[in-house]
């Protein structure tokens, strides 16, 4: 029996576990070892003296196997996916050489017992296979981790183990296909169905008769198949898998990520006395004794350029995608002083603002410069390039999207209440005068953003309702006509109380003193301190909240007019108050608790509190409060893979933060709707850019559309018309003017009423379906 | 609402690099205030070089880095977004130390074990590829006086006839039962006219010495300290003074080397030697016979899976090899003081000796008279002996707990050591003098039940008898060797419980008391506790 492995130096440990574990079975059985790295790499002197009298038969280095573009190939995959590779022309290797019998192994498998049936199997099987999983259960941790995660997305069988007997004819098949198909698409690649050497097996089956799978439990036992496996020990200290197989291998996966430890520790969380936990310090004591702490950080050296500098994913997916690069530079891990080389290149160009990837977004699709490709150009050019770009195509400010004011109004019912949020800073103050200059209002940030890349939609100019100024008693007059026409259900002022002081109170008092004004409100405390960089987060405070049980009375004293109002908001006669950041409350079930007191003596109702998701958030019933609201953007809508920052081209060169797609939150909720066990009301924005507030340093939704934005709402209404009861179908929009974070259905001169149109829109059409 | 701290915080959660519990202990004002601990080193932890977890230094990554100091951003932002990949180190060591633990062995447990901490510290002197540091103790031989050391010895004989004792520690100072075992031992020689010499390993160890450097014991003659002495130059005292040994009696080995002992005994070849089995080490080094310090392991073949996984299996392939040298080289007497103990000893150690025995450290004189003696409630349960795992502490504490606050019982810990817990502490320190204490104790405080739950097997148990001895009622377990197999033979005395589940419940279902009272009934028997010195050779 041939046995080969395949490495970076790094796993040497793992693998010298590996043979020694498996010799001591199998002392005749030949191990390989396949080390994709330079042995320039290896200069630990010790360990390099170690390797000649390693338990391994042969030791070979990838610049030993016949690849065809060698440095080009290698490049392009990620130290895993190099891994893996591998493993095809080497198995092609070994039956060019004549080799009848031959096991591919992982690493960081362990044997602990005879692995004899083996040999009796691939005489009548030309493929072993090892499944993930043999059997179910239906815990839904298990169903998530091991069945969707793992077995779905990455594979059926667990390629950490391969038999093949290359003198039975399917064997050989195999192993051709299987050797052509890693040469050319061994790759993590989920969103083409790509999994490495691994998902490809999931077409044996299909493809070849001759195969095995092999049932036996005591085989590749790991941590995505130990809920269904137990381990035992026998009288006579044999590991037994379910009581009765001989455990004959171990796979150690995620030792070195942690995820491995984690998943025992997941597992051993009620059952202290497992065996598992005994394997695992086992593994864990022989890799230090054979040079883990030496060598387990070793970084391989297709992992650098030749200068040292990392490679990053990017770096590789980029040279991947372009056969101009590829042919540019065929040796693209060298460093050269005479021609340039792709460190070099990568440094000046800025490839990945290229649009160039995989899957451009709509978006940037309508704005791609003329490519430079592979061309020296130097920021300051890509900069002119951009703005002339920016001249030529941003003059016509309206989109096609653009909706007049229409004659009709909301003529249904509406299923949902959708309330919008109402920021109050469009008048001066005499705080904002000293604190940012004399009239200052939100209109000051507002009109100072500049676009930060091609297709940014900055500034944001006002349509109808012009540069407001709030002291105008018909602006308000006009903007619930607006709201109501639209089908917008009410306001949520935000109110910004200071321990006592008000500030920007003018706009609510308005409200509240003219009774004509009629349209339901309510309350949201903006609770945080006002700072320099409007994010309630930094050193430097203008005015602060005190949290005391005194204040938490004052506060609610202070809000009673509003409480008594008629057109509050209520559910279930109970007035809602949400509260903006319950992390800021010392002591949130105290300040519930001092309301609701106050409340039900002076018989305004037990309030109905919600808390906004925003900072530092969990169940609002374990903190006295009655819900939550989704704070979009905060908390899940600023997740990593809704990201698209590196597909922008950027052209001021000091931007620092992150662009988002729009498309890909929409998606995101319709994909993943989430329920809570706790009432949640949900949340949708138009549109979200604070650029005017932190200019080259704003973050962006990228893309945000009329379209996109009806779809959002409507998702959240219809999953508020089935969660919640009909006296508390309300959801919410972030926000009704909400200037400086591009927030805002108020008509603007790029959309007109096209964010208002498609509200109405969304409450006309819903109901229709609804009723038809 | 600033995003980009926002956007820190989850660069920071997503890391694996922030400990909240390791800020919150090392910050107990950010505790007090309850903050977010994250949001408080975004916002000022890093400006006051708090240390976001054991693994990332902020006041070292800064002071290193000058060029990050001086951007003046925070350091751990800089270390996930480029310091990493640019190859920066988070700390001085460049390691992560504190990783999400791959050492997943239950700590608590082997820690007990004085083994396992050996094992541990060898293991960190020892780097891959280089030979392992010697961890022998220091001894300037040159302060070793070999000619001072015989006059010593010559000035105080006493006797015409020696004999030679051998064990791991200085049996005059130390407490246990191979200690007293010994002292009976030689008192009883010396009753004979015959004096003593006792060695022990100058360094003290938890297994047998596999080093190669040279080997030192400690010398006592008739229970005087005579001197340190390297190993090699033990006999020639003997020839070269004309010492007359009669007898070698070894009574434990741990921290000898092997082929000292055995160079020693083939060195008086016509001479008894008395192997005393006090406990399973030449079974195994971690003579409780726990795999891991966890499970009773039945002391499978070394070669099993069990021994694989186990702590101390790599080691008991040495220790097993050096045992067999040392049967294969001599002719011994092994000795264990229970059937239990030898049958067990002859089929687990798979050495062979010249002849066996069995020899009780203690008999128990039954009393004539059993008057019945009905306890009031509550009844009266005590753990008895050494609060550790391995005897079974762990249990009995699970006990106390589950039957807090029952009146029909109240527990008792009588023992060395005290331990918190649902029990009253009785402190039984046994002296030399005082031999027998627990059991006047336990007489005294009219213990009912006294629990016996050792998870490994017991060659003998001396709580077993003082137990017995003090009228209680016993309880214990399928695998505590000794203490189990009288109570088969002695099926009146007490019970044994299935496991630990089955302990409980007999005392959440009242069967217990039911138990108690019958034998009580029937006369609770109480004994005198005798030295055993029955005549071997």
Redesign the interface.
Known sequence: MRIFTSITLNYL?KARILARTLKDFHPDWEIDLLINDQSSNFEPE??K??LDEELFDRIIWIDQLEIPERESWIFKHTIVELCTAVKGIYLQQLINEGIKKILYIDPDIAV??DLSPLTDLLNNHAILLTPHLLDFTDNKRSIQDNEIAGTLRHGIFNLGFLGINAERIEGKKFAGWWEKRLLDYCYADYDKGLFTDQKWCDLIPSFFNDYFIIRDPGYDVASWNLDCRELS?N?????LVNEKYP?RFYHFTG?DS?A???A??EF?KNN??T?I?????????E?????H??IG?FQSAYSKFEN?K?I?NDMRRVYKNRPDLQSKFDQPFNISNRHIDYYTWWQTNDPLAEGLDSKPEEMINHHILPSAQGEHVDFTQRQAQVYTYLLNNEKDNRSKDYKELTVESIDVDKLVKLIAFYLPQYHPIPENDEWWGKGFTEWTNVTRAVPQFPGHYQPHLPGELGFYDLRIKDVQHRQIELAKQYGIHGFSFYYYWFAGKKLLALPINQFQENRDMDFPFCLVWANENWTR???????EILISQIHTPEMDRDFIKDIEIYLQDERYIRINDRPIIIVYRL?SL?NPNRTAHIWRDYCISRHLGNPYLIAAQ???FDDPRSVGFDAAVQFP??NQF?D?RLRITSKANIANPEYS??IYSYARVVEHIQTFPKTPPYPLFKTAFPAWD?EPR?PG???VYAGSSPLLYKQWLRTISEWTLEHHSEKSRFVFINAWNEWAEGAHLEPDQKYGYAYLQATMDMLKSMFIDKNT | MLLKNLYHYFLIVRSGLFDREFYLKNNPDVRAVDADPILHYIKWGWKENRDPSSNFDTSWYLETYEDIKNAGINPLIHFIKLGQSEGRIPNPTGKEKDKKSNDVINKDLSLNNPLAQQLKIQSESKSYGKKSRSNQAYIDESLLDIDKLIDKINKNRLFDKYMITISHDNYLKEVGGVQVKLLDRITQFKQNQMGDFHIYPTQRLFSLNHGDSPFFIDLLMDGNYIGTINSNDFVDIFSSQKIEISQIEIHHTMGFKMDFIIELLQHFESHTKLFWAHDFFSICPNYFLMRNDREYCNAPDVDSNACRICLYGELRHKHTNEFKHLFDSINMHVITPSEFALDFWKEKSGLKAEQYSVVPHTVLNWKEQNIPIISQKPIKIAYVGHPIYQKGWHTFKKLTETQNNNPDYRFFQFSNIEQKGNFEFIEIAVTKSNRFLMKEELSHHQIDIAILWSLCPETFSFTLYESLAAGCYIITNPYSGNIQNFLIDNPQRGLIAENEEALIQLFSSGKIIEAVKNYQNNGRPTADFVINNEKIV
């Not at chain 1, 890799?287 to 040079?291: C, D, Q, S």
């Not at chain 1, 960089?533 to 050193?539: F, I, Q, V, Y």
């Open positions: 440990p010790n360990s003296l170690l602990f017992n020990l009288n006579d200290g044999m590991l455990l030792y942690g491995g430890a984690n025992i520790d051993t202290e006395k065996i936990n005994e394997i695992w310090g086992w593994y864990h004591r890799l230090i004794a054979n040079g702490n030496e950080n040292g990392m990053t960089r409007w994010d309630g987060l930094e050193n992390d010392p925003t900072f530092g953007p905060h600023q990593e933060s992150q604070n932190r340093r704003g973050t």
